[in-house]
């Protein structure tokens, strides 16, 4: 089915000023790149718009997604991320159970063959001491770049069908959430990079963002998940709940 940039616009609006927009992105929809008909920036360009992405999240990733409409804009918007100001909170659904109330992975990065983001250590070097996940300085593999990268959790609650977490990327790497869960053994409900029969979509959804706008304001917007996230993993409907996503 064809989607007009109108349409999905005017039912995807959390926030926006003369500087600013910020969208709900559906699952399966990518922020730009893909030169096809679910790129959000073409989409918007075809619909007459020209939008500056001030950050990315996955395609399988659903949630909000912050545009500038001027570079003016933009330029601060990737700064703030680049310097880390911005506050991120993920909801993520595993496909198990047994994580503690709070966690933190302090695990490195690297890229491997095809791609494809991985921990820059053996699995057998990742360590867990008082509910943090890290590798010894010398299991880090050599001969390749990796790049710091932290996550913390809190565990929101748990169901015969898996654990619902409130994540906190510290550091914005690419699949950081969804490389950083599964190497600690609880991967993600439906994620492709782990599961290649998985049938549901992935479980990660961006709730809200914390972020300096262009008028010097501080602002936080939410994108409340809707009822297909929240029965992943066999949770109640989200309609009216309080989401607790409040920073370890």
């Known amino acids: 089915m064809t989607v007009e940039w109108a349409q999905l616009r005017a039912g995807r609006t959390l926030y926006e000023d003369d500087a600013l927009l910020v969208l709900d992105k559906p699952a399966g929809w990518s922020v730009m790149g893909e030169r096809h008909d679910t790129d959000l920036v073409r989409l918007a360009a075809d619909g007459g718009e020209k939008l500056w992405p001030a950050h990315r999240i996955d395609k399988v990733t659903s949630g909000v997604v912050l545009f500038a409409k001027d570079l003016v804009s ?13 506050e991120k909170t993920y909801l993520a659904i595993t496909a198990t159970s ?12 690297s890229v491997g063959r095809k791609n494809r983001v991985r ?6 070097a990742i360590e867990r001491h008082d509910d943090v996940w890290s590798v010894p300085d010398d299991a880090v593999l050599d001969g390749v770049s990796t790049y710091p990268s932290t996550t913390t959790f809190e565990r929101l609650e748990e169901s015969p069908g898996g654990t619902l977490l409130a994540v906190h990327p510290l ?18 409900v439906g994620d492709p990079l782990f599961d290649k029969h998985a049938t549901s979509r992935t479980g990660l959804h961006a709730y809200s963002l914390t972020f300096d706008a262009p008028d ?10 809707d009822e297909e996230f929240a029965a992943l993993g066999g949770f109640s409907a989200p309609s009216g709940r ?3 996503a409040a920073e370890p």
């Open 74 to 86: 933009h330029g601060d918007l990737t700064r703030q991320f680049n310097q880390r100001t911005v």
């Open 98 to 109: 047994g994580l503690p109330a709070r966690g933190r992975i302090e695990l490195p990065l």
């Open 119 to 124: 921990i820059a250590a053996p699995r057998e």
């Open 171 to 188: 550091t914005g790497r690419r699949h950081q959430i969804r490389v950083h869960l599964a190497w600690i053994g609880h991967a993600l």
């Open 216 to 225: 010097g304001r501080r602002l936080t917007v939410t994108a409340e998940p």
């Open 242 to 244: 309080p989401w607790s």
